[in-house]
């Protein structure tokens, strides 16, 4: 009846108005909402037994939370989470760019019911060596074992083999004592000749694992060794190149595949805010 009377003005109007309480689920205090900082973070919807249910990051918290309770989308999946959210926390941070690090942290930890991206195994790959007992020191791709520490990984089974084999060819190294080769052998290479190939190809390989630090004014995130340390801030007094005194100040993290992959779309997309460290 409004619409047939002209009375699109008025709906719009309606829908304009900064009143949410209207929107927001039915056991959550409005003032939950209200009281959100308007700052990077993560957040976290609990159930009546404070069970964490969602994981989100946004770089502004209460503009992000209050999304969630508006629009048309009336799915099976959201209105059971609309009708499960008893309260609302949430973790400020010093950027963006480490809020998205820390919700994929938390979501790993948590593995909270409502969200579905970043909750697959990961399964990892990695280069092992060891020596056989010939005396060679051999070089082969296996699943990434909780105990053993390989001497890189890899999410792709098919990226291992490329390293593997441009470790091959640059260092010159006997496919078949890498398992590249499955065919029978019948000359072998000297041992000792051939083992010091091996170790400058693994000193190669942990060349490139630079240690380095994104820095964002007084937000860090470390990297040591190619591998993700942590993150946090730290006095703008300490030099990045006093990597223990930095550490100190930073929370160590697990690192996991999309970390990895986030740290470097970020230092292709942002160089000037990486600072290598010899």
């Given at each position: 009846?409004v619409?047939q ?11 304009k ?16 909402v209200?009281?959100l900082?308007?700052k990077?973070g993560?957040?976290?919807?609990h159930?009546q ?6 994981v989100?990051k ?12 508006t629009g048309l989308d ?6 059971e989470?609309l ?10 941070c010093p950027?963006?760019f ?5 919700e ?5 930890r948590?593995?909270p019911i ?6 697959r195994?990961?399964?990892v790959?990695?280069?092992y060596?060891f020596?056989?007992n010939?005396g060679y020191?051999r070089?082969?791709?296996?699943k990434k074992r ?9 999410a792709?089974?098919?990226?291992a083999?490329r ?5 091959v060819?640059?260092?010159?190294l ?6 590249l080769d499955l065919?029978?052998?019948h000359i072998?290479p000297?041992?000792?000749?051939y083992?010091?190939?091996?170790l400058a190809?693994?000193?190669?390989v ?17 990297v040591e060794?190619g ?5 946090g801030?730290a ?5 990045v190149?006093?990597?223990?005194a930095l550490?100190?100040?930073?929370t160590?993290y697990p690192?996991n595949e999309v970390i990895?992959?986030?740290?470097r779309n ?7 805010k990486v600072i290598?460290?010899?």
């Amino acid at each position: 009846m409004v619409i047939q009377n002209n009375g699109e003005r008025l709906i719009k109007e309606m829908l304009k108005k900064d009143n949410h309480g209207q929107t927001l689920p039915a056991h959550l205090p409005e003032k939950q909402v209200m009281g959100l900082p308007q700052k990077p973070g993560v957040y976290y919807f609990h159930d009546q037994k404070d069970k964490v249910l969602y994981v989100g990051k946004a770089k502004n918290l209460k503009k992000r939370v209050i999304s969630h309770f508006t629009g048309l989308d009336i799915s099976k999946k959201r209105q059971e989470l609309l009708r499960t959210v008893y309260r609302i926390s949430y973790v400020e941070c010093p950027t963006e760019f480490i809020a998205s690090l820390f919700e994929s942290v938390e979501i790993k930890r948590l593995w909270p019911i409502h969200n579905k991206s970043q909750k697959r195994f990961e399964q990892v790959w990695g280069i092992y060596q060891f020596e056989d007992n010939r005396g060679y020191i051999r070089l082969g791709i296996d699943k990434k074992r909780k105990h053993l520490q390989p001497i890189a990984c890899f999410a792709l089974l098919a990226d291992a083999h490329r390293m593997l084999w441009k470790l091959v060819k640059m260092h010159d190294l006997h496919p078949a004592l890498c398992f590249l080769d499955l065919t029978a052998q019948h000359i072998w290479p000297d041992v000792q000749e051939y083992n010091q190939r091996v170790l400058a190809a693994l000193q190669w390989v942990a060349e490139q694992k630079e240690t380095f630090v994104i820095r964002d004014q007084s937000a860090y995130v470390l990297v040591e060794n190619g591998v993700f340390y942590g993150m946090g801030t730290a006095s703008t007094d300490i030099g990045v190149h006093e990597l223990e005194a930095l550490k100190e100040q930073l929370t160590m993290y697990p690192e996991n595949e999309v970390i990895r992959s986030m740290i470097r779309n970020y230092t292709e997309r942002y160089p000037s805010k990486v600072i290598r460290i010899a």
